[in-house]
Structures are given as C-alpha cells and as structure tokens.
C-alpha cells in the first residue's frame, strides 16, 4: 500500500479528504485547493476553494482514477465562495454529497447534492439545509439502524464560535476567537438527517467530550485534547468513535461513546502533527482493513496546497487505534 509520505493524488492539490467503502471501492472526498495570492491568515482566506473532485481505487495499493469535478460552487445558487472540506454518504440506493460555504453573507452554512452514482455529478438543494452552520460535515449512516446524522463545526475561520447564544450569528466573534480557561470548551454539533437525507429533523446539539480522569467537559485551555474541527464518526465493535483535529495544536484525536450522539470520552491521539497549518481526516473499513486518510504539504510546502494520503491503522484488544499492528 502508499508509504506514509506517498500521495494519492499529485496532478493536483486535495486535502481534507472523506474517504468511504462503496460498491466494493473506496471513494475519497477531499476539498480541492488551488493557487491564490491571498496571505495566510487565521480567517482561513487562503484556502480560497471552488469545485469538487472525487476520487477512487479498487485497493488501497491500486491505481487511483479522478473522476474530475463532481461540483462546482458557481452552480450551487446560495454559495458565494469557498467550499471548504466535504463529505458523502450512501442511504436507500442513492448518494448525497455534503459540503460547506460561505452564503451571499459570508456566512457558512452547509449544503447537500444528489447523485444516482458514488463519483457524482452532483445537483445540490437550491438552497443551504436549514439550521445549518459552520463547517467541516462530516455524515454518517449507523450500520444498525440505518439512522444518518451529520457532525460539524469549526473554530476561528470556521464560525464555530460566532454560534455560541442559540439561533444567533455573533459577527464581532469572527476569526481567532475562541473560549479561555477552565470554562467547558467549543463542542462539535450533531443533528439527525431526515429520511431523505436533505434536512435536520431535530435542531443541531452539542456533542460533549468528556476528560477521562474527571468525566468532565473538556475544558477551552486544553488545546491538546479539545475540539477545533474536522469531526469524523465510525464505529469499531459496536463502540462509536469519534475523532477531530485539535486544530492550532494539529493532533488528530478521538473520544469513544455508546450513543452516536454522545458524551464521548477522550481517549488518545491517532496522528502527531504532520507538514503544513492544517490537520483533517477521515477512518474507513474496505476489504477487512481499516485506514487513516489525512493530509500534508509535502508536494508544495505551502499551508494552502495540500495534497491527500492514507496509511492502514490497527485497534489493539481494548479497541484502542494504533499506527502498527501490536503483537498480542
């Protein structure tokens, strides 16, 4: 399979990829950069993305096939630009497409597109998905009862923050603002999907991380283990895992849980911090292994052009992910 410093893609610049097990291939769903003259700034300016490509290979040593642009942000009527880190989905047959942007506001919100196929095209909802806001969805279709329901959320250019009183956008919150001090930090937030897979059926909740040694909310000042963005779900032997970025600290994490909707427990790192600002990731099952699709920048060396790469993981007997195999 890819070495650890092996990209999956080099003709052009993906990050934040998704990755999924569909009809017997694994589908990966990055953002794709592009060159801008923008300046890196905490706002996230640089990452000044416009379409969509999806990726896929048959193993994850085999040859990978781009399908070209799945979607475009000028074809979606509500967005005015950047469309940041997607994710997608597969329920009833069909296959829906999640993604964020900023609004004509300059507001994020999140949208859904259709496909009949894993690889798209995708014909996006005219408008966002009410009650959505934010960045980074990432969905996910509980094998046990096929209930979906989409994690996000995102801090400092993410908007996160900007949501903290209910239903009320904060502009004077925007860029490097977050919660300090002993006080409970940001959550992620989690809504269930309606049966059709395009709106929320309950407004978006907070999804608690609890510190293991108090089994309290993780606290804002503890930038090691707190949320920052990139949430995922998978489960592991009927355990939900859910892992997200530290973000300004850049390790990839995960807190386990009995509920898709939480308190999780943190319980470790999976990844330490690799080349470039950025840290995103996704966990997927294919063919019996399990795999660790994330990012770095070193094809460019520039925080804003990425490029994607996946390398196998491994749960040792208490169900705790490793990057090697343990010997038991």
Known sequence: MPSPTEPLATHIFTADPSAHSFEGKIYVYPSHDRETDIADNDNGDQYDMVDYHVFSMDTIDGPVTDHGVSLRGADVPWVSKQVWAPDAACKNGKYFFYFPARDKEGIFRIGVAESDRPEGPFKPDESYIPGSYSIDPASYVDEDTNDAYLYFGGIWGGQLQCWQQKG?????????????????????????????MHTFVEEPRELVILAPETGEPLIADDHDRRFFEAAWMHKYNGKYYFSYSTGDTHYLVYATGDSPYGPFTYQGRILEPVEGWTTHHSIVQHKGKWYLFYHDTSLSHKNHLRCVKAREIFYDKEGKIQLEPTSE
């Open 168 to 196: 009320v956008f904060d502009a004077s919150l925007s860029g490097p603002h977050e919660p300090s001090g002993k006080i409970p930090a940001l959550m992620p937030r989690v809504a269930k999907l309606s049966e059709d």
